[in-house]
């Protein structure tokens, strides 16, 4: 049991980084049309350390993904990092007021059971 904290610890710091990156960028203008001005965009983007924090937790989700497969088979492991997905849709729900709908529904709940078929398969 003490392995699924690697799995589990990829899936938090990649929902974090997906959820802080969708929350900064609500604090930027569109993305500008011109080549140099994007450039300066994209650059000041990568300065807020909140961003860097997602690209950071990004990192250190890579780092957990890499003991992970010490410990399971790829086939095994992957499916579960398909969890992120339930979790960011949750998340975004409260923080951002996204919609809900019965397809988003009907699909998060594919994804569950997929994710608990595979698990079984060992």
């Known amino acids: 049991m003490g392995s699924y904290i690697y799995i ?7 929902v974090y980084g997906q959820i802080i990156i969708k929350w900064r960028m609500q604090f930027y ?9 994007k450039v300066f965009f994209l650059l000041k983007l ?6 860097l924090s997602g690209f950071i937790a990004a ?8 003991v ?3 410990r399971f088979e790829i086939s095994y492991a992957y499916p579960f990092t398909s969890l992120s ?6 998340i975004s729900i ?3 007021s996204e919609t809900i709908s019965l397809g988003k529904i009907v699909g998060l709940l594919l994804i569950v059971a997929g994710v608990i078929v ?5």
């Open 59 to 66: 990192f250190v989700a890579s780092l957990f993904w890499m």
């Open 8 to 14: 589990l610890g990829t899936i938090i710091f990649t």
């Open 46 to 51: 990568l300065l807020d350390p909140f961003i």
């Open 94 to 96: 409260f923080l951002f």
């Open 118 to 122: 595979t698990s079984k398969s060992v």
């Open 68 to 70: 992970a497969m010490t």
């Open 29 to 37: 203008k569109n993305l500008p049309s011109d080549s140099v001005e």
């Open 85 to 90: 997905f339930v979790l960011v849709f949750i």
